[in-house]
Nanobody, 124 residues
Framework: QVQLVESEGGLVQAGASLRLSCAAS????????MGWFRQAPGKEREFVAA????????VYADSVKGRFTISRDNAKNTVYLQMNSLKPDDTAVYYC?????????????????WGQGTQVTVSS
């Protein structure tokens, strides 16, 4: 089992930055690929970003490419999502996810463990 706990999100204005973190505990974190997903009201959960066990070649959704950065610190069992130039369309509940395999996927069903989610609201 892997337990995932996201940091608190927040309410920010458009154009601002926010960094989310996700602390993992339980089985070995360093061998898991990690991902971030989000779900806006009335919409399905969508992929945001993912990173392999070794931090190489992160993957991003087109909607966040160039604005968001995913990273990880295996020594701290933590994955981060740095969000810059936030837009109102980024408003959603953000979820951290871990998969048993070392390489990432953009598909939600490919992840085995999920955090509880954290609300990010971007005002215009």
């Amino acid at each position: 089992q892997v337990q995932l706990v996201e940091s608190e999100g927040g309410l920010v204005q458009a154009g601002a930055s926010l960094r989310l973190s996700c602390a993992a505990s339980g089985r070995t974190f360093s061998t898991n690929a990690m991902g971030w997903f989000r779900q806006a009201p009335g919409k399905e959960r969508e992929f945001v970003a993912a990173i392999a066990w070794n931090g190489v070649s992160p993957v991003y959704a087109d909607s966040v490419k160039g604005r968001f950065t995913i990273s990880r610190d295996n020594a701290k069992n933590t994955v981060y999502l740095q969000m810059n130039s936030l837009k109102p369309d980024d408003t959603a509940v953000y979820y951290c996810a871990a998969r048993r395999l070392p390489n990432p996927t953009v598909v939600a069903v490919g992840y085995d463990f999920w955090g509880q989610g954290t609300q990010v609201t971007v005002s215009s």
